[in-house]
């Protein structure tokens, strides 16, 4: 199975700041890996994806996202927070494998991202 | 609009009386899952269904039922819920291939008594 970790169960930054959120993860095949963000009361929604393509992913709302294979780390990052980037922002990391797990997401605990004015 | 859809939303109940929340695609996703989310915890599957008639369990599988009889919907049961299984529950789908993007529904939030 795979394991994803979350660096920090809460960050909080000011606005303007730069924001990083940590993720590492574990895997054996070269996986897929994602952030989700999720907006009190609402759903996750997609922030980014690797895909094995470029290792600089952009996503919505101004943030990306590096995939260092050599630090098996998808850490997030946006130059200047603002106050709407307040939420829970969760890493997952695709099985990439055989058997009857091929393609399942395996999450972290998440961090909750705190914007003070 | 391509959407996941639960219901209930919200939903309080006592020990023991049998529930059932629905999710239901519109996106013709073969592949669907449920999960919990718990503080600190984070999200953890309670099962999946890889097509119509296929389900096999996650994480924690224990106490929940599944079906799927059709291919967009897939609902979960608790025969005899208990206060443990109070939590955040959210349904998932996605392609049966490609990068394994899942689309969530907005959650369902479940109290038991």
């Known amino acids: 199975a795979q394991s994803v970790t979350q660096l920090g169960s809460h960050v909080s930054v000011s606005e303007g700041a730069l924001v990083l959120l940590r993720c590492n993860y574990s895997?054996?095949?070269?996986?897929?890996l994602f952030w989700y963000v999720q907006y009190p009361n609402q759903g996750l929604q997609l922030l980014l994806k690797?895909?094995?393509?470029?290792?600089l992913v952009k996503g919505i709302n101004g943030f990306e996202a590096e995939f260092k294979k050599s630090e098996t780390s998808f850490h997030l990052t946006k130059p200047s927070a603002h106050m709407s980037d307040a939420a829970e922002y969760f890493c997952?990391?695709?099985?990439?494998?055989?058997?009857?797990?091929?393609?399942?997401?395996?999450f972290g605990r998440g961090t909750q991202l705190t914007v003070w004015p | 609009e391509a959407q996941v859809t639960q219901n209930p939303r919200y939903l309080i109940t006592v020990t023991g009386k049998k529930l059932t929340v629905t999710c239901s695609q519109n996106?013709?996703?073969?592949?669907m899952s449920w999960y919990r989310q718990d503080p600190g915890l984070g999200l953890r599957q309670i099962y999946y269904?890889?097509?119509?008639?296929?389900?096999d369990k996650g994480d924690v599988p224990e106490g929940y039922k599944v079906s799927r009889k059709e291919k967009r919907n897939f609902p979960l049961i608790l025969e005899s819920p208990s206060p443990n299984q109070t939590s955040l529950y959210f349904c998932?789908?996605?392609?049966?291939?490609?990068?394994?993007?899942?689309?969530f529904g907005p959650g369902t939030r479940l109290t038991v008594t």
């Open positions: 998932a789908s996605r392609t049966s291939g490609g990068t394994y993007e899942q689309y």
């Open positions: 895997s054996s095949v070269p996986p897929y």
């Open positions: 690797y895909t094995s393509a470029a290792t």
């Open positions: 997952a990391v695709s099985d990439n494998g055989r058997g009857s797990t091929l393609g399942r997401l395996y």
């Open positions: 996106m013709n996703h073969e592949y």
């Open positions: 269904s890889m097509n119509v008639e296929v389900t």
